[in-house]
């Protein structure tokens, strides 16, 4: 996908009762140069001080000129603007006030012209002088009656439909744009790290212009940006692309200060030879490699499970991961892969997810049904390695029931699929904990070579975020303290990267020799926090992130600070945010949500755990304090919704909100496994009553079963009962449908507050 980029402005103008815009030059140039260098756009020299006409037949292209079906089309104009019988206008040098229509170019117009090049994605920036006329309402409408037009009109623009338009306007109505204030503020929106780390590919419309009206308010005008979509590319806005976005993206389990390393070290040169050698073994593991490895190569399917046990830290994650990177190579190094392998991270997601995963694997679509996923992998002729991470961390913060569905759903998936291989991490505290002779026990595992532990906290000392940092250590003053660090983490090596963090923060006074025994994961985690983020602030953000649900939390759109400021009374901002992904870079990792945003969470879940334990016993209701905060927000955000359109409702606050008014509880479902006589000995949960709205639910689950067995038959029947839609809630839901300008129609479904909604389809 391409982009291109026009800029035009009107400086000057012939008409006296027009007063000259000084500004009008440096906007063209500032947002030029960010979408041309920054964001990778191509165009045109910016035109400024043209006629209307010059303007017209420039933007118009030659004859037979028109865009690929691929590009991204970005127009940015900057001057003065006008309003009359509800028609807006941009004033170019030789425009008339009194005769818009004869001597100024409509916005309708433009939309038109780029519409007659082929335009499919459009963007619209109206930075106009005065106040708010060409603001996104009032574009909005002009374009809307053009967007109808063109819709009843099809055989004139067949293959050139705009599948995404979207309009940004400097200030809303009755106010003054300042002059500058807006080119500035949109180019230090998409150059912030607020908009979208370096996990993003994109930066969503919404976030940008909330920036823009951050900055904007702290430049002390009054000015507001607003924006409008009126059609929606079904991947999302393309327009934005993030400038910090890399190709080659760091994995997904390191800490954001070793992602940044990461980042900094991709930009060199790399070896050829590095990526031919072998993954690392992690320290102390090999054997414990070599077993899982021979478990994936076993030539007839073992029938279950095998679990990869031991306490937090004890490094279940880094061996699982270990072991996918060791396929992932070995596969590579043949011409015929012998096996396919999945690694799924399960923490805060659900059975579903995993389901979806494993479908998108297959490539099959991701709501596959879990019955026909199966009949499709029992027809696989070579082994399928699943590695599922973070099963005891499956479901919302303190959920035991999620992971023992988790567990149930992969013994019936390695009983019944004769060429899966499965293997998991689970917590051996954890109730319905599997009994399987094949286990790799972390907790019992001694190590061998003590000295390896010692080598491993000597680099860490050295480099604690990963290869490429320094800590300032010299290699004397490392290998002395290697072996203090080793004794006091007792061998968890979670521990040993805590202590290796709180001492090579600056400053930071090395405990009395003989002071300590062992460390608990809990004891480290604050030692290390109270080093290196004394900050109250720091503190209060961190702990939101412990109690939020999913990927995380998302800075843009501020979602992430204005909830926590809720929670605790504070006046938290962007700059506190920055603290936090500064200090405690460490203890922070970086992800992406459903909507393509970087999100932020604990980079471990014994991090969460030990801040959600200490914010209990300070608070006992801090979950019931962050759902009102999350409640208020969606207040206000849906108010706003309603006074500016187009705005969307926060994704978090759409897929979460719902889990923290049940307490992280899901909606009951019906269980994607089956019992199994074969299946590893599972201690399993009492026989649950079921309510009217999970008896709905669970006839529902039959009906799709009968309907799925029932094989070939009419073919307008069969599509009739794929498409057809059952929703079941023990209260009436309101329903309400809008149809759009191209004719698609929505269906939006609101259960009662507090019930469940179950929507399938067939």
């Known amino acids: 996908m391409s982009g291109l980029f026009f800029a035009a402005g009107s400086a000057d103008y012939e008409h006296g009762e027009l007063c000259e815009l000084g500004g009008v030059a440096g906007d063209l140039e500032r947002v030029q140069e960010l979408f041309t ?203 934005f692309p993030n400038p910090r976005h890399t190709d080659d993206t760091p994995p997904e389990h390191i800490s954001l200060a070793e992602q940044r390393v990461w980042v900094m070290s991709r930009r060199a040169a790399e070896r050829p030879e590095a990526k031919a050698s072998a993954p690392e073994v992690p320290v102390g593991r090999a054997r414990d490699l070599a077993r899982l490895e021979a478990w994936s190569d076993a030539e007839a399917a073992p029938r279950r499970w095998l679990p990869i046990t031991g306490s937090p830290g004890s490094g279940k994650s880094t061996l699982l991961r270990a072991l996918a990177q060791r396929l992932a190579w070995r596969a590579g190094a043949q011409p015929v892969p012998p096996a396919a392998h999945l690694l799924v991270d399960l923490r805060h997601r659900h059975v579903e997810d995993l389901v979806s995963a494993i479908a998108v694997s297959e490539g099959a679509p991701p709501d596959t049904p879990p019955e026909q996923l199966e009949a499709g992998l029992r027809t696989r002729v070579t082994p399928f390695v699943l590695l599922v991470d973070g099963v005891e961390e499956a479901g919302a913060p303190g959920d035991a029931a999620e992971p023992a569905r988790v567990a149930r759903f992969l013994s019936g998936l390695a009983a019944r699929v004769g060429q899966m291989r499965v293997i998991a991490t689970w917590h051996p505290a954890r109730d319905g904990a599997p009994r399987s002779p094949d286990g790799v026990d972390l907790d019992r595992t001694t190590e061998d070579d003590k000295s390896a532990l010692v080598d491993l906290a000597t680099r860490l000392l050295l480099a604690p975020d990963g290869p490429g940092s320094d800590s300032g250590w010299t290699p004397e003053q490392a290998r002395e303290a290697a072996p203090g660090v080793v004794g006091r983490a007792g061998g968890n090596q979670l521990v040993l990267r805590l202590e290796v963090l709180r001492l090579t923060t600056p400053g930071a006074q090395p405990l009395p020799e003989g002071s300590d025994g062992s460390l608990s994961v809990p004891e480290a985690f604050r030692r290390a926090l109270r080093a290196r983020c004394p900050d109250l602030g720091v503190h209060a953000l961190l702990t939101g992130l412990a109690f939020a649900h999913g990927t995380g939390l998302p800075w843009a759109g501020g979602l992430w600070q204005d909830t926590v400021s809720r929670m605790y009374g504070l006046a938290l901002t962007d700059d506190d945010v920055r603290k936090v992904l500064e200090c405690a870079a460490p203890f922070v990792t970086e992800a992406v949500d459903s909507a393509g945003r970087s999100v932020y969470r604990l980079h471990h879940e014994a991090y969460a755990e030990a801040l959600r334990t200490e914010a209990l016993e300070a608070q006992p209701d801090s979950a019931e304090r962050m759902l009102e905060a999350l409640e208020e927000e969606a207040r206000k955000r849906e108010e706003h919704a309603r006074r500016e359109p187009g705005r969307f409702t926060d994704p978090y606050l759409v897929e979460h909100l719902p889990r923290h008014r049940t307490g992280g509880r899901r909606p009951p479902a019906p ?82 507050p507090g019930e469940s909604l179950h929507v399938t389809e067939f």
């Open 37 to 239: 260098r920054t964001l990778g756009y191509g165009g045109a020299p910016a035109l400024l001080n043209e006629s209307a006409g010059t303007l017209r037949s420039t933007l118009g292209g030659e004859p037979h000129t028109c865009f690929y079906a691929d590009d991204t089309v970005v127009v940015y104009y900057t001057g003065h603007g006008d309003d009359m019988n509800g028609r807006h206008y941009l004033l170019c040098v030789d425009s008339d006030p009194d005769r818009p229509a004869a001597t100024a170019l409509s916005t309708e117009d433009l939309v038109r012209l780029m519409h007659e090049r082929g335009a499919r994605r459009l963007l619209l920036i109206i930075d106009t002088c005065y106040a708010a006329i060409g603001g996104a309402e009032s574009v909005s409408e002009a374009a809307r009656s053009m967007a109808l037009e063109l819709g009843q009109r099809p055989q004139l623009y067949v293959g050139q439909g705009l599948t995404a338009f979207s309009v940004i306007s400097a200030a809303r109505d009755h106010e003054r744009a300042v002059d500058c204030r807006f080119s500035q503020a949109l180019v230090q929106a998409v150059s912030s790290e607020a908009c979208g780390g370096t996990r993003a590919g994109r930066l969503l419309l919404e976030d940008v212009v909330d920036h823009i009206n951050r900055a904007l308010g702290e430049s002390g005008t009054s000015q507001h940006a607003t924006h409008a979509t009126l059609l929606s590319d079904p991947e999302g806005h393309p327009f």
């Open 671 to 752: 269980d994607l496994s089956a019992p199994d006589l074969s299946a590893p000995d599972l201690s399993s949960p009492e026989p649950a009553q079921h309510a009217p709205g999970e008896l709905a639910q669970l006839l529902h689950h039959l009906l799709m079963r009968q309907i799925q067995g029932l094989g070939e038959m009419v073919p307008t029947l069969r599509e009739l009962l794929r498409t057809s839609i059952l929703i079941t809630t023990s209260k009436t839901p309101s329903i309400e449908s809008v149809q759009d300008t191209q004719g698609h129609k929505r269906v939006t479904v609101r259960a009662a």
